[in-house]
C-alpha cells in the first residue's frame, strides 16, 4: 500500500510566555505545513524510513493575534536569532516509523538551524474514512534546538525555554 502526506497536514509548535509582563505577551501556538511525501506500507507491521521537510517560510504565527503583532513575530521567527531561513530554509526530520497502521514510534533527526537533535515521538494512528490520521507530540527545550528564548523589555516578556511539537498527518492510500 502507498500512502501520500494530505496538503491538509500540520505539524503544531506550542509555546509559552513567562516573565513580570507575561499577561501582555503571546503563549502562540505557531503552525508549520510540511511538504507532501510518500509512504510505502508492506502489510501490517510497518518500518518505514522517511525524510520530513517544512520549509520555514510556511511556519505561521498564530492568526488570532493583530496583524501587526504577526507580522512582528514572523520577521523575528524567521529572522537569524530564530530559524534563521535565509541561512537554513528548510527544518528536516530524517528518521524512521516502526509500528502498523495503529500506531507506533517515530525516531530520528530533526534539523533546525542546519544541527541535527534526536527526537523520539509516540505516534497514533486511527482509520478516518478511506485515510488515515496520525497524532503524537514531543516535548523538549528550545535551547535543545538550537534556538534561544525570544524576550523583549529587558526579559519582563519572553517566552520559556520550553516547545512542544504537536503532529496532525493526514495520509491518502494512492493508486501505484
Known sequence: MRLRLSADSRVYIDLRATGVLKALAHSPTLVARPDVLDVVAEGDALDVEL?????????????????SDRDKMR?????????????FPTLLFR??????????TLTGQLEVRGAPRRVSIAVAVARR??????????????????VAPFKALLGAIRLEDWIRLRLDARFAEIET
Open 95 to 104: 528518521g524512521r516509523y516502526a509500528g502498523s497502521l495503529a500506531g507506533g
Open 51 to 67: 525524510e520530513a521537510r517544512v520549509r520555514a517560510s510556511t511556519v505561521e504565527p498564530p492568526g488570532d493575534i493583530a496583524a
Open 129 to 146: 474514512d478511506a485515510d488515515y490520521a496520525a497524532t503524537g507530540a514531543w516535548e523538549g527545550r528550545l535551547t535543545d534546538l538550537g
Open 75 to 87: 520577521e523575528n521567527l524567521l529572522g537569524p536569532q530564530v530559524l534563521d531561513a535565509r541561512r
